[in-house]
């Protein structure tokens, strides 16, 4: 566990802002006060210097870096947990979730072209680090694939990944899913193809002249690009444009 103890009001603040936007659990104590049980980090500020019990590391934060104080804490609590997997439910804004030793450490929700970048952030300190996907969204998942051909990548069943959620969990169930994902072993990979289907195609190209001012819709040639994943949407709707594409264009 993660104890935020500091008097500097500016660290406590970067610092809980940090952990909360990083999905990391934490508690905070005031300097000096008796730790919760299986407290292994306490965050403080330059110049507090309680003396901690056996077994607990100190994190020194300073004011203008909380981000790199908050990944070592999370680097001990890895180092001392276990194998990190990174488990990722696939889609338009992929659940992410971060496992350490079994424990669920962080988890994001975030667009599909931010996603790789949060699963490397996630892995680049941890030793040997296994990415689990889900197989259902196939575009999305084989972009995450292939985006993530520097790490070791298991393609798992997604099947029943996705939890029932009751009253007040709305929202939840990608990151729930990208934690049952992280808990199931796949099969090792590092690329997949697949080709879209006329549905498929059609459904990103629905999505152009819905995000386009001008009611633009991308031709089949691009469609192919962004299911590829080598453009987003917004970038494909640019190129239409920029080569003298129709406006109105849901002929195309």
């Known amino acids: 566990m993660i104890v935020v103890a500091t008097e500097d009001f500016e660290v406590y603040h970067d610092v809980v802002a940090e952990l909360r936007d990083r999905g990391v659990a934490f508690t905070t104590r005031e300097p000096g006060a008796e730790l919760p049980e299986g407290t292994r980090v306490v965050i403080r500020a330059t110049g507090e210097e309680e003396p901690l019990p056996a077994g607990v590391d100190a994190v020194v934060a300073a004011a203008d870096d909380a981000r790199a104080a908050v990944e070592e804490a999370v680097s001990i609590l890895r180092r001392d947990e276990g194998r990190t997997i990174v488990g990722v439910d696939p889609g338009p804004h992929p659940g992410i979730a971060v496992l350490a030793g079994g424990t669920v450490i962080a988890a994001f929700q975030v667009p599909l072209a ?87 195609l059609q459904r990103i190209k629905d999505r152009s002249r819905q995000a386009s001012e001008d009611g633009r819709t991308i031709d089949e040639g691009l469609a192919r690009r962004v299911a590829a994943g080598e453009l987003t949407v917004g970038e494909a709707l640019a190129a239409h444009r920029e080569r003298g594409g129709a406006g109105d264009a849901a002929d195309e």
């Open 114 to 200: 931010d996603a790789a970048a949060v699963v490397r952030r996630e892995t680049d300190d941890a030793p040997d680090p296994l990415v689990r996907i889900g197989d259902g969204a196939r575009l999305q998942s084989a972009q995450l694939v292939n985006d993530l051909d520097d790490r070791t990548v298991e393609l798992v069943d997604e099947t029943g990944t996705t939890p029932y959620l009751g009253t007040g969990a709305r929202g939840m169930g990608d990151v729930l899913a990208a934690v049952n994902i992280a808990r199931r072993s796949g099969e090792v990979t590092d690329s997949r193809e697949v080709e879209p289907t006329a549905g498929e």
